[in-house]
Nanobody, 122 residues
């Protein structure tokens, strides 16, 4: 059974930092796209950042426009984890952050975590 379990959410003041982590289990994710989406109250889910496999041991990262330069994604295939370092947080970063995993080349994500709440106060 595949599981994605997020941790690290919480309440932080604007300008602060948080690190989210996701532990994946139940299959091998080496070739999978893995990363993070978020959903703010009253809004649709949006891509935050994902890492995509480009062959061998090479991955590249994509970021949503609103987080470029502030968020960094890390991936450790030996531990089946993906993390998100978030800096200079803004109130508009508030939302539920979901860990996701999808087959290489797929336009959809097969697996979703339960989500972790991030709240940024002004």
């Amino acid at each position: 059974q595949v599981q994605l379990v997020e941790s690290g959410g919480g309440l932080v003041q604007a300008g602060g930092s948080l690190r989210l982590s996701c532990a994946a289990s139940g299959r091998t994710f080496t070739s999978y796209t893995m990363g993070w989406f978020r959903q703010a109250p009253g809004k649709e889910r949006e891509l935050v950042s994902v890492t995509r496999w480009s062959g061998g041991n090479t991955y590249y990262a994509d970021y949503g426009d609103s987080v470029k330069g502030r968020f960094t994604i890390f991936r450790d295939n030996t531990k089946s984890t993906v993390s998100l370092e978030m800096r200079n947080l803004k109130p508009e970063d508030t939302g539920v952050y979901y860990c996701v995993a999808g087959a290489d080349g797929s336009s959809t994500y097969d697996y979703w975590g339960q989500g972790t709440q991030v709240t940024v106060s002004s």
